[in-house]
């Protein structure tokens, strides 16, 4: 089957031709229409379930270009004004008609005629939305967005000053490459001090935080915020239980190749003891990797990358890049991180991140070309609601995008010896990642399942977890101060909690796809695509099936995943 990346706005026929949501009062009579509709026939419940998801997408990409602009500039009062409007005077009065509306839906005699398993998926998550939803909810979940955005503001002002100029914190990341050691320990420690700078605001900010998600979830009737979490964020097909087997995996099966890892580098750097700044060096003599000048020359090898490996993939990047879709390079007032926005009528999503030219931007850039690949590949399903994928599959797609396309990076890299520098760099960080992983996701779970706990209970709670998981091969004494406030550097933690196991279960999920790629380029690349275009019109475990892959949760299976890596890693 062929694919376009040509995709048009979708256009309107239910609201207005042209529509601008300004005040409440200017979308409210869509909402009341389709409330009081008469819903006699299937037929006529088709046409309204197309008019709704109009509307749904409407409003979706209106929040998502509020969310966009304010990241690009922190700075800037007015779009925090706009992000914050939306979220304290159209959202909460969006949630009670929504409530009805998925009511309407399933109370509708007519519902048992759609076609089951095309709606399953669909239909299973607005009962979900139904049983969560609860009307003294909506002022606290309004809070709590617009609170969680003040991370960005607090994060996006840090920089540090070194050799007479100022940096981001993403930008003095390529320090921490160099050869000189004394340099890259100066630049950790400044870093790390600047953080503790900000450490008091955001545990305040984090307390307020975990104090209006525990009452979010009081309300709707559940112990925990951990529980509330997982009905919401749809995880139908794990439990906590199984994360738990998955930090003890972590422990079994990824730390010890993560030591080996670092003993090469201690070899390779001939150093006595590896400390923390020392784990991104290359030994004296050898360049860090530059693989591109700035953000346009990052985007346009990028696109010759991916047209490489499937021309459509190349062609969504130019679509972006010709409607202005990307914000690539970091700067001053810029929030921190990285991402992928899908925009539910436009289709071609937007691309923002916070490149320095290093060898880790390139490992961003084409994860999150993998995250846009999805947007495009399902945007022509029928209803917004179908385009809603499980996010553990929406990391398949992008952390196997970051595999695929190794064997095509000599856009990047010219010389052989760089290219297998690059390469190594890609998989020591598929196995480095992973005890960072268990240890975020494992710290949310003691912090929801104590949600009176004290920053000090914190603090102590959190270098416990994160010395379960550190390597054994680095030396962290003295560090102490640094490590316990740490966490802070990880805005899921803050903006989307509990999405951060996702990353754990794709990469197990990328693998296969990797293995499946070195088996057959051609019938991967078309199992991901098959896979990518279902959108969320299938369950978890189906989306992976279609992609020729399983969950793995096990030690035994994630075990016989590292030895893959391991064995690809020994072959450079």
């Not at 239910?14 to 026939?41: A, G, N």
Request: glycine share 4%.
């Amino acid at each position: 089957m062929e694919y376009s990346a040509n995709i048009e706005k979708l256009p309107h026929s239910f609201l207005p031709k042209v529509f601008e949501l300004k005040d409440w009062q200017t979308v409210e009579p869509y909402f009341i229409e389709l409330r009081d509709r008469v819903l006699d026939s299937k037929a006529s419940l088709e046409n309204w379930l197309k008019d709704l998801s109009e509307l749904e997408a409407f409003i979706s990409e209106d929040a998502c270009w509020r969310q966009v602009r304010m990241t690009c500039d922190t700075e800037n009062k007015s779009l925090e004004e706009s992000f914050n409007f939306f979220f304290l005077e159209i959202q909460p009065k969006i949630q009670p008609y929504a409530d009805l509306l998925n009511k309407k839906l399933v109370n509708c005699p007519f519902t048992k005629e759609l076609d089951q398993e095309k709606y399953f998926t669909y239909i299973r998550s607005i009962k979900k939305s139904i049983d969560l939803f609860r009307e003294e909810n909506i002022p606290l979940q309004a809070e709590a967005s617009v609170l969680q955005q003040q991370y960005g503001m607090i994060a996006g002002k840090m920089t540090i000053e070194q050799d007479g100029n100022e940096y981001t914190l993403q930008q003095a990341g390529k320090f921490l490459e160099n050869a000189d050691r004394r340099l890259r320990e100066t630049v950790y420690r400044k870093i790390a001090e600047r953080r503790l700078v900000d450490k008091e605001p955001l545990n305040e900010l984090y307390s307020k935080l975990i104090g209006l998600r525990h009452q979010i979830a009081v309300n709707a009737g559940f112990e925990n915020y951990r529980d509330y979490k997982f009905s919401e964020m749809g995880r139908f097909d794990y439990t906590p239980e199984d994360c738990f087997n998955f930090h003890e995996a972590v422990k079994t099966e990824v730390l010890p190749l993560v030591d080996e890892i670092y003993a090469v580098q201690k070899k390779r750097l001939k150093i006595d003891t590896m400390r923390p700044w020392d784990t991104e060096a290359e030994p004296e003599g050898v360049e860090p990797l530059r693989p591109f000048t700035d953000g346009k020359d990052l985007l346009q090898k990028t696109i010759q990358c991916f047209d490489q490996l499937n021309p459509f993939f190349g062609d969504c990047l130019r679509k972006m890049e010709s409607l202005n879709h990307l914000d690539l390079d970091s700067r001053k007032g810029k929030a921190p991180g990285g991402y992928n926005m899908p925009l539910a009528e436009s289709g071609a999503p937007f691309i923002f991140m916070n490149a320095a030219s290093q060898m880790s931007d390139l490992t961003t850039m084409v994860h999150e070309g993998g995250h846009a690949i999805h947007s495009f590949l399902s945007h022509p399903l029928e209803l917004t609601g179908f385009k809603e994928y499980p996010t553990e599959m929406a990391e398949v797609a992008s952390m196997s995008m970051e595999l695929f396309t190794m064997d095509h990076w000599q856009v990047f890299f010219k010389d052989e010896k760089e290219m297998s520098r690059a390469k190594r760099h890609q998989l020591e960080r598929v196995i480095t990642i992973f005890p960072w992983i268990a240890t975020i996701d494992k710290f949310q779970h003691w912090i929801y399942e104590h949600p009176t706990h004290t920053i000090e209970e914190r603090r102590v709670k959190w270098l416990e977890i994160l010395n379960e998981f550190s390597a054994e091969s680095i030396d962290f004494t003295g560090l102490d101060d640094y490590r316990s406030y740490s966490w802070q550097k990880q805005l899921h933690l803050f903006e989307v909690p509990f999405y951060y196991i996702e990353y754990g279960i794709a990469q197990l999920g990328a693998i296969g796809m990797w293995m499946q790629y070195k088996e057959n380029p051609k019938q991967s690349v078309e199992n991901y695509i098959k896979a990518l275009s279902l959108g969320g019109t299938k369950t978890l475990p189906s989306l992976y099936k279609s992609a020729g892959i399983e969950i793995v949760f096990d030690s035994k299976g994630i075990s016989r995943l590292m030895r893959f890596i391991k064995k690809e890693l020994e072959s450079l």
